[in-house]
């Protein structure tokens, strides 16, 4: 129902209440029993046992739960009781991260007022929220939260904070007048009051028209139950090498038995051999691997004011293509700042930012006094004098305790040095508060003299055509056509500049004048404007710049008018002059294709729904984007959840929308996502980095069985040897790779691809290439020292096994670039070094110590069986290290 077209009348009609008696106790209640409770609903509950087992459906847990099996049936139990504690604490992070990503719901309940005032049976009484029905008479004041949706009927100067539904971010004045457009977005709805929201100032009546799911809250928590979680890229991309893993282990198991008992091989040896290669095949430390790499990840993110509830998102950020940020509080301070003041005499600029009383005003080049500049010094007076805001300090921080307008004026004041005391000697003797029809407040004033003079303030467009007269630095003179001109033109120039101005008019008064509000703001004398803005965040300019470079679009999607938008975001270099913005409405009337065709080329819209952000993210992500929304309030808790990342501030978000994201800024600073995706692709690139070393070592342990297989050679590997190789030799280099610094041209590459396959780049070729070399390199030195003489079968398995744990510790440090293995100092990783030293001590164990060399079928070995041995494992790295490909 469009209930801001009714009038008070025919709403009491509809509803069928008496607006001045509310509803009857019974009618309440039968209201209650037929439609429900004012209370958000939430899907059904998933049982925590099934929500548990479902962590264990992912195709490469399928992967280390085969690997499980496989340890098991070679007898080596340690290795399947530590694969399955892998399994069940990766399980266990998987089954916390859901069930706090699924508190989005509960914390949409609890922005519902606990209590509401109501009118029943004539009398007004406290009722709990829940307990309110449709055309209950409801009364709000400064400091509620509304508890359902309202159609105003009685206002005073009523405004209400909204910027967690709409984005707005002023708090919007109120009028009970119906509006007679068809179709009028939530945000200009101002004859409503919407369920969650805050009165910031004065008080009001109106009759409950939504409860429940029906409220514009609850058509948000709908969005949020029917929005479905995006997999990430990482997350696909692991699937995906899971599968040609698996596919890979049973061909070659498959292929090697046939083939050995056609050779006339025992049935049993060829099983245990293609068990081996099966093990060989499958990195069984990958998955620990990388959730150790993004969980390092996570660490170094929160040194950099960043709380990452999703071990793949700050991966996913890295590749993001796309960043859809809220304009308010997030790329501007949410603090409303003069910028400009003016007087038909004189305009200066004012510097600082936000509430900070640090700033100095400017006329032009020169910094001026604006004390010493009487018609300035009065208006920022009566700005000063004329407010209900109050200018607080806690923790060496200025904060505004009322309207951010007003307290811009105090600011302003502050900065020409006007404090709290310079006002004391002056009194308030009547008041014409705010009404969002009048646009305009007034305040008669006395001051020690006994003189008195009323001061109004407000909209340009209100209180020009109430003036009379002018203030120039020659007195007061009538208005003339010249005076005009110059105002006018100082308007229209403040607001090509996205300011918001406010007009500062006075009268003087005899002690016989009338204080009936009529005659107060008639014959006004203009004294000056401010211009206002909310400054863009300092570090947002820079981060922008930087992610430019790194081929991402910053968007900025947020619910203030377009000029304001528009002014932001060229400050912030974020568009071009003839970048697109596209409005709410605009985008109301597009079907979703018309919208696919054209974000590409949108780099703003303005006066959005939460509807509208959902299409936004689901049109990009239709372009192919990997797309990161970032914001604060309920309103964008949907469009965060749809994101492939959702980023939250941590200062001003609600709890929604934290709830609802992937990553939290613990310090609300676009410049801290620019953090986020360096480190985002840094890990990536690790992750590749010990794919290809896992991998490229798997390879060369399957060729060298293979190859001695086809050779009608005995095995140069036992199983217990590739087992070893894979969960000791293989995961400590592979972890300290995850640690790896980044490149310096990190931030200089386009963002990856989605699609983009994990063997992508020339990674297939680097793991082939070089674990074939591994593979031959190991084939040969078992050959040479076998020497096919059945004696020496021990001696050969030994350094066969000791040329490829070498092989693949020289290959790690090729790993570190794509470029070369000289393209990087070695010892920039001393984790790397230190796996590395940790690595070959544990291979001298092994070979060395008497009791684990039945075990291992390991033998001493002499210093030139190291020469041979070294000589032969430093090839592939030789080889192929110094190519780019």
């Not at 106790?25 to 087992?53: D, M, Y």
């Not at 590459?749 to 290439?769: D, H, Q, T, V, Y």
């Amino acid at each position: 129902m469009k209930w801001y077209q009714y009038e008070t009348e025919s709403l009491a009609r509809k509803l069928a209440v008496n607006i001045r008696e509310g509803l009857s106790e019974n009618q309440a209640e039968e209201r209650l029993s037929k439609f429900g409770p004012n209370v958000l609903e939430e899907g059904s509950a998933t049982n925590w046992l099934i929500l548990f087992f479902r962590q264990f459906q992912d195709f490469m847990v399928l992967v280390l739960l085969a690997a499980t099996l496989i340890s098991g049936l070679l007898g080596e139990y340690v290795d399947a009781i530590a694969i399955m504690a892998i399994v069940f604490i990766n399980g266990v992070l998987g089954f916390i991260q859901e069930q706090k990503a699924e508190k989005s719901l509960s914390k949409l309940k609890e922005l519902s007022a606990p209590q509401a005032s109501v009118l029943r049976n004539g009398e007004w009484r406290k009722v709990p929220s829940s307990e309110l029905v449709v055309g209950d008479v409801v009364k709000i004041s400064s400091g509620d939260r509304v508890s359902a949706d309202l159609r105003l009927v009685d206002v005073k100067s009523l405004e209400m904070e909204e910027s967690s539904l709409t984005g707005e971010s002023l708090p919007v004045a109120k009028n009970a007048q119906e509006l007679v457009d068809e179709n009028v977005e939530i945000g200009d709805q101002l004859n409503m009051a919407f369920s969650g929201t805050l009165v910031t100032r004065g008080s009001g009546v109106g009759v409950v028209v939504g409860t429940g799911m029906d409220t514009a809250m609850g058509q948000i928590a709908s969005m949020l139950v029917s929005t479905e979680r995006v997999q990430t890229p990482l997350e696909r991309k692991l699937a995906e090498l899971g599968k040609i893993l698996i596919i890979t282990a049973l061909l070659l198991t498959a292929f090697v038995v046939v083939l050995g008992v056609v050779q006339g091989h025992p049935l049993y040896n060829m099983f245990l051999a293609g068990v081996s290669l099966a093990v060989a095949a499958i990195p069984e430390g990958l998955p620990a691997i990388v959730t150790v790499a993004l969980s390092l990840g996570v660490q170094r993110m929160i040194k950099k004011r960043a709380i990452v509830r999703k071990l793949s998102a700050v991966e996913t950020l890295g590749c993001a293509s796309v960043i859809c940020s809220d304009k308010t509080g997030t790329m501007t301070e949410n603090q409303m700042t003069v910028k400009q003041a003016f007087t038909l005499s004189d305009r200066f600029h004012v510097s600082g930012e936000g509430y900070d009383v640090d700033g100095s005003y400017y006329d032009g080049e020169h910094k001026v006094n604006p004390m010493e500049v009487p018609l300035m010094r009065d208006m920022l007076t009566y700005g000063a004098l004329c407010n209900h805001s109050t200018l607080r300090q806690k923790d060496n921080q200025y904060y505004i305790d009322g309207d951010p307008t007003e307290g811009a004026l105090l600011v302003a004041a502050r900065k020409a040095g006007i404090a709290e005391k310079d006002l004391s000697s002056y009194t308030v003797i009547h008041e014409i508060p705010f009404d969002s029809d009048r646009k305009r407040m007034s305040m008669v004033i006395e001051d020690d003299q006994r003189n008195r003079f009323v001061i109004t303030k407000g909209a340009p467009d209100v209180l020009l055509p109430r003036v009379k007269y002018v203030r120039t630095d020659n007195g007061q003179t009538p208005i003339k056509p010249k005076d005009e001109k110059k105002i006018e033109n100082a308007l229209y120039e403040m607001a090509d500049g996205a300011l918001r101005t406010i007009a500062i008019c006075m009268k003087p008064l005899k002690p016989t004048d009338s204080l009936k509000d009529f005659d107060l703001e008639k014959d006004l004398v203009f004294v000056g404007l401010t211009g206002m803005i909310d400054p863009p965040r300092k570090e947002v300019k820079q981060a922008i710049r930087e992610c430019k470079e790194a081929g991402i679009k910053t968007v900025m999607i947020t619910g203030d008018h377009a000029k304001t938008a528009r002014a932001i975001a060229l400050d912030l270099n974020l568009m071009t002059e003839d970048g697109l913005v596209l409005e709410g409405n605009q985008l109301s009337t597009m079907s979703q294709t018309e919208l696919e065709d054209i974000i590409d080329d949108v780099y703003v819209f303005a006066r959005v729904t939460p509807e509208h952000k959902l299409r936004i993210v689901k049109a990009f992500q239709k372009q192919g984007h990997v797309v990161a929304m970032t914001g604060d309030g309920v309103n964008d808790a949907p469009a965060i959840k749809a994101s492939d990342i959702g980023v939250a501030m941590g200062r001003s978000g609600t709890d929604v929308a934290k709830e609802s994201s992937s990553l939290i800024l613990l310090d609300d600073n676009f410049a801290t996502i620019k953090s986020a995706i360096h480190e985002g692709r840094n890990i990536y690139e690790n992750i590749r980095k010990f794919i290809r070393y896992l991998l490229a070592s798997n390879v060369g342990e399957i060729l060298v069985m293979l190859f001695a297989m086809l050779l009608a050679l005995p095995l140069p590997l036992v199983p217990v040897q590739i087992l070893w190789v894979n969960l000791v030799t293989d995961g400590l280099p592979a972890m300290a790779l995850g640690l790896d610094k980044s490149e310096g041209n990190v931030m200089q590459r386009a963002p990856r691809n989605p699609k983009e396959g994990i063997f992508s780049r020339g990674l297939g070729f680097k793991i082939i290439s070089r674990g074939f070399m591994i593979g031959i390199v190991t084939l040969i030195a078992f050959m040479l020292a076998y020497q096919g003489d059945p004696e020496h079968l021990r001696y050969g398995q030994t350094v066969a096994f000791t040329t490829l744990v070498m092989a693949q510790l020289i290959h790690v440090f090729d790993c570190r670039s794509d470029r070369s293995v000289f393209a990087r100092n070695p010892f920039s990783n001393l984790y790397l070094v230190g796996a590395v030293i940790s690595s070959v001590l544990l291979l001298m164990v092994v070979i060395y110590y008497q009791p684990l060399q039945d075990v291992f079928h390991t033998m001493n070995l002499g210093f030139r069986d190291w020469i041979f041995i070294l000589a032969l494992s430093a090839i592939p790295t030789v080889l192929f290290g110094y190519t780019k490909k």
